[in-house]
């Protein structure tokens, strides 16, 4: 078989495992295959094992033992003949690693290995492997060295060292630089600093694993936060001694997600700021993903914890609507009213509904000043009217009417139908603007169409769910039955699962029975934020997701903004002006 390439990772053997060994399994009752290799030195290639030694413990007692010279087929150099006293002439009659590694995986398979200076060993083994076609089983690893780094203080041991360890727990065999005796020696190790483990709280091989990683003091003291939590999907809440909210966060196993927290894995600053700060960890169950992300959502907008950066906002937006008058503008709002004749949003910043307009005035000739312009009284013109950018309805120059049919109705039909007009007057402005090679002007507009496209793809595509008074959709359960969701107007009103085997309708009309109330309200988002609607929607377009009842038709325009999204994908990516011939 081909030789395959090996290159050694950082910690090899000690990445995430797949196999079938539970973390959650008692230490008592797990199986240990504690495994030493001699080798040739050098960095693992794939050979270079001269001989392996690996004894399988559980529950203190010894259930079976490997130990193989192994013939490297290339010459032993003499201090490593020094060090370990194995002799070329030993290994000559020797199998290959090829012959000895069905053996070896055969012995460790089901088991969590267990080695001094773990990556080491690991890596050699991980070469072989890979070199000769084997498959590695990536089973846990738990490496004895970093265990008691963790475990021993330097008033106890000088160093951690195999034969410092072994003395310190009267190890029944002396470490000898052969395999099997290293091997041995390492299981005394490891059972003495499981005796160990108990005053740390540590008594499953998931925790002892993540224990002897590098986590920091403060993970250690708090870890008893993660205690008592459901495997169930939720949300979780980190408070502060006054019970205030620290951080929210949602998984779809609550227990598994907040026991993260506190391995090495959790490198993040502020979360550990966080760590700091925290006393008690809440757990909100919640019937499935999506109740609990939108219960996270209504959250953090309602407490708008300090260490929660994504979403710590959503309720506040802005909007860009027409002003009221005979001359309307543009103009960026906090709230939006009934009355109001066009208005386009929600943006989540005022500067990017800044952009959007910009686009407006660079398709559509619609006034720029604030002034308050009068049927009756003239004002004099500024510089756009001078430069062709403004029609000066200032100074009468235009009707009502005629201001009303090349100003303000391209801008009402974009956002809540077709925006055709505007975006080809941006695209025409930036087709001229790069045949100029005046790019960087290009480029400008580039973004205002983004934010134009942005907008009304957003607004349209919200407004045809935030319309429908009742909608109950079905997703199937990964445990079987159905996922249930009602919703009203963009809002999740109600949430359950139904049981494998059953009906999915007598839950779903229990759901409806104790379902939020949700008014219509005016505008995209009625009744709930932007995000919380979005994921909505995200919920609902999944393939595996079925509606099952609506009040009225879900549609979105046929002209509308939707048939622009290719355009819109080209334009956040585009790297030069060519992309902007290609039109819908």
């Known amino acids: 078989m081909a030789a395959q390439e090996y290159l050694q990772p950082a910690l090899a053997g000690l990445d995430p495992a797949t196999d079938g060994v539970d973390p959650a399994l008692p230490l008592y009752a797990t199986t240990f295959v504690v495994v030493d290799l001699e080798t040739t030195g050098g960095a693992p290639d794939g050979g270079g094992i001269t001989e392996i030694g690996a004894v399988k413990v559980r529950g203190g007692e010894e259930l079976g033992v490997l130990a193989t010279l192994v013939n490297p087929g290339v010459p032993i150099p003499p201090f490593i003949t020094v060090l370990t006293g194995i002799t070329e002439a030993m290994l000559l009659p020797a199998p290959p690693i090829e012959q000895v590694l069905p053996s070896f995986l055969e012995f460790v398979s089901d088991a969590v290995l267990v080695a001094h200076n773990a990556p080491y060993d690991v890596g050699f083994l991980k070469a072989a492997c890979a070199r000769h076609g084997y498959r590695w089983p990536n089973p846990r690893v738990l490496d004895t060295a970093a265990l008691a780094r963790r475990v021993l203080l330097r008033d106890e041991v000088p160093n951690r ?10 190890a029944g065999t002396t470490p000898t630089h052969r395999a099997l005796d290293d091997a041995r020696a390492t299981v005394d190790v490891l059972h003495g600093l499981i005796g160990r483990l ?3 709280r540590v008594d499953t091989i998931g925790e002892a694993i993540e224990f002897a990683r590098a986590v920091t003091p403060t993970q250690r003291r708090k870890r008893h936060l993660a205690e008592g939590l459901p495997r169930s999907p939720g949300v979780y809440i980190f408070r502060a001694a006054d019970d205030r909210p620290l951080y929210v966060g949602t998984s779809r196993d609550i227990a598994t997600r907040v026991r993260s927290y506190f391995t090495a894995a959790e490198k993040r600053a502020r979360i550990s700021e966080m760590l700091a700060a925290a006393e008690r960890v809440e757990a909100l169950e919640c019937a499935h993903s999506l109740e609990a992300e939108v219960r996270e959502l209504r959250l953090i907008g309602a407490h708008a914890p300090p260490y929660n950066r994504r979403s710590k906002y959503p309720e506040r937006v802005v909007w860009l609507k027409l002003t009221d008058g005979p001359y309307p503008r543009l103009s960026v709002v906090r709230e939006i009213s009934p009355d109001d004749r066009a208005y386009l949003g929600p943006f989540s910043s005022r500067r990017t509904a800044e952009l959007a307009a910009a ?6 000739p619609l006034r720029q000043c604030t002034h308050r312009l009068s049927l009756r009284t003239v004002t004099p013109a500024c510089a756009l009217a001078e430069l062709g950018r403004c029609p000066a309805p200032c100074e009468h120059r235009i009707t009502p009417q005629e201001y009303d049919a090349v100003a303000v109705t391209p801008f009402a039909e974009a956002t809540t139908g077709d925006p055709r007009p505007v975006v080809d007057a941006l695209l025409a402005r930036i087709e001229a603007l790069a045949a100029d090679q005046r790019y960087e002007d290009a480029a400008v507009l580039r973004s205002r169409l983004v934010a134009v496209l942005r907008a009304t793809v957003r607004m349209q595509r919200l407004a045809a769910l935030t319309g429908i008074a009742e909608l109950a959709a079905a997703r199937p359960a990964v445990t079987g039955g159905w996922e249930l969701a009602l919703i009203r107007h963009g809002r999740l009103a109600g949430a359950g699962v139904s049981p494998p085997g059953v009906h999915p309708r007598p839950t779903l009309a229990t759901i409806r029975a104790t379902a939020e109330t949700v008014s219509a309200g005016h505008g995209p988002v009625p009744a709930a934020s932007p995000e919380e609607s979005e994921r909505i929607l995200s919920w609902l377009e999944r393939p595996e997701t079925r509606l099952v009842e609506m009040s009225a038709g879900w549609a979105s325009p046929v002209r509308g903004a939707g048939r622009f999204r290719d355009l819109l994908t ?9 992309l902007w011939s290609e039109r819908p």
């Open 161 to 170: 060292k195999l034969g410092t360890l072994a003395a310190y727990f009267r």
């Open 198 to 200: 108990g005053g740390h």
């Open 359 to 364: 686009g407006f005035h660079d398709a559509v």
């Open 570 to 578: 080209k334009a956040e990516s585009a790297a030069s002006h060519q």
